[in-house]
């Protein structure tokens, strides 16, 4: 267990360090964690609006941040280019994200050319209807991108690092909230990238360690 939890330490460090250097993306990410924390409230009440809300407000707000703007150019602090970065992401780098996005963007065609989902759903008996059978659909694309990448680590790395993400994931919007409840506030005084990941890094490794590529997250 103790192995477990450093690395949930080092994921969720290495995942700060490397993707969260805007103040805009940790002001999104802060209102991403808090509608996600409503959603994980409305789950077991009513799932289609978990689904919609953890959809409409958490994943676009959260993506936002990183497609939009997160820097892209060489990383100082880390001393790594945003390429290998990508290439090194543990979880959902931008281009699998895009593919995942693709799918959830285009699933509700599914249901207009078959809308009880081959006999899953009662035929709509309106928009209501209609909306929250395509809630179902989004709520299945989250756990299956989930699943299927928790899966995937467990070949292409081992069970722990596929096992440690899944937990990093579902507890990011706790997390969040901790790290992030002050951006909105510094990004008001201006503040567009936080200054804070240096002063860490510079306070937490040493020069040698510094020049070091990044750990794979």
């Given at each position: ?6 690395a ?6 290495d995942?700060?360090r490397?993707?969260?250097h805007?103040r805009i993306n940790?002001s999104l990410?802060l209102v991403s ?13 009513d ?9 409409l407000?958490?994943?676009t707000t ?15 602090v880390n001393?790594?280019?945003h390429?290998?970065?990508e ?10 994200k895009v593919?995942?996005l693709t799918i ?5 065609l599914?249901?207009y050319f ?6 899953l759903f ?5 928009t209501a209807?209609l909306v929250?059978h395509?809630?179902?659909v ?6 299956g991108?989930?699943?299927?990448r928790?899966v ?8 722990q690092?596929?096992?440690v993400?899944a937990?990093?994931?579902l ?5 969040d909230?901790?790290l992030?409840?002050k951006?909105?506030?510094a990004l ?8 804070g990941?240096?002063?860490?890094w510079?306070?937490?490794e ?12």
């Open positions: 267990m103790e192995g477990f939890l450093e949930l330490r080092i994921q969720r460090w995942d700060h490397y993707y969260h805007s940790q990410h964690a808090i509608s996600f924390l409503f959603a994980y409230l409305m789950i077991f009440k799932p289609a609006i978990a689904a919609l809300a953890g959809w407000v958490a994943m959260r993506q936002a941040g990183h497609f939009f703007f997160e820097p892209k150019d060489y990383d100082e001393h790594a280019t390429e290998y970065k290439e090194v992401k543990v979880g959902y780098n931008l281009r699998r593919v995942l959830w963007a285009l699933s509700p599914v249901l078959n809308p009880t989902l081959f006999g009662a035929p709509p008996e309106g209807d929250r395509v809630a179902i989004w709520l299945a694309i989250g756990v991108g989930v699943l299927f928790t995937q680590l467990f070949f292409i790395k081992d069970v690092t596929g096992l993400w937990t990093k994931i507890t990011d919007p706790f997390h909230i901790k992030y409840h951006a909105p506030l008001l005084r201006g503040e567009l990238i936080d200054p990941i240096r002063a860490t510079d306070g937490d040493d020069e040698d360690e510094a020049e070091e590529a990044p750990r794979p997250t």
